[in-house]
């Protein structure tokens, strides 16, 4: 099994920056791919953005410019820096690791960005 353990939520107003946190352990053995998701109420889950373990990353269109992804291997951890924040982006985050070919999900982290 891997744990995902996410921080970095929260409340911003409108153009503010968060980043969001997700530490992977536990049976970790080979991940190929991390990545952030979100789901706003009434919507379906989305992507937000993903990283391959050789470093591709891949952003939705809504978030390209704005957010960036990376990650500390060592550490197993994905981060999300997300700027120029907008109400549209509130939603819960959701991280995401693919290892050995299973997909593992973190509980969720809200982000409201609010005037």
């Known amino acids: 099994q891997v744990q995902l353990v996410e921080s970095g939520g929260g409340s911003v107003q409108p153009g503010g920056s968060l980043r969001l946190s997700c530490a992977a352990s536990g049976s970790i053995w080979s991940i190929s791919r991390m990545g952030w998701y979100r789901q706003a109420p009434g919507n379906e889950r989305e992507l937000v953005a993903t990283?391959?373990?050789?470093?591709?990353?891949n952003y939705d269109a809504s978030v390209r410019g704005r957010f960036t992804i990376s990650t500390d291997n060592a550490k197993n951890t994905v981060y999300l820096q997300m700027n120029s924040l907008q109400p549209e982006d509130t939603a819960v985050y959701y991280c995401?690791?693919?290892?050995?070919?299973?997909?593992?999900w973190g509980q969720g982290t809200q982000i409201t960005v609010s005037s």
């Open positions: 995401n690791v693919r290892n050995g070919g299973l997909l593992y």
């Open positions: 990283i391959t373990s050789s470093g591709t990353t």
